[in-house]
């Protein structure tokens, strides 16, 4: 079995700083695109940022030069440093990840429990 599982939530006054991590463990042969998604209060869930196996990254519009993503291959973790928050950076953060679990099978899409992050003004 997969799983994926966050830390690093947590209240944060605006302008302050927090870093998430995810870890993935299981039975796994290889992990492909490692992201991070968010949904805040009455919103729907939204791309947040994203890395590829080899580096590439894709961000938000609404974080871009304020958040970091990053991943650690051989540990299977993916992280998010934040920055500058604001009020509406506020929501449950969620990891997922493209995970395969043998060479034979394709690759499927697995969703952490989600770690809530408040922003206060």
């Known amino acids: 079995q997969v799983q994926l599982v966050e830390s690093g939530g947590g209240l944060v006054q605006a302008g302050g700083s927090l870093r998430l991590s995810c870890a993935a463990s299981g039975s796994i042969f290889s992990i492909n695109t490692m992201g991070w998604y968010r949904q805040g209060p009455g919103k729907q869930r939204e791309l947040v940022a994203s890395i590829t196996k080899g580096g590439s990254t894709t961000y938000a519009d609404s974080v871009k030069g304020r958040f970091t993503i990053s991943r650690d291959n051989a540990k299977k973790q993916v992280s998010l440093q934040m920055n500058s928050l604001k009020p509406e950076d506020t929501g449950v953060y969620y990891c997922?990840?493209?995970?395969?679990?043998?060479?034979?099978?394709?690759?499927?899409?697995?969703w952490g429990q989600g770690t809530q992050v408040t922003v206060s003004s």
């Open positions: 997922n990840a493209d995970v395969t679990v043998d060479a034979r099978i394709l690759y499927a899409n697995y």
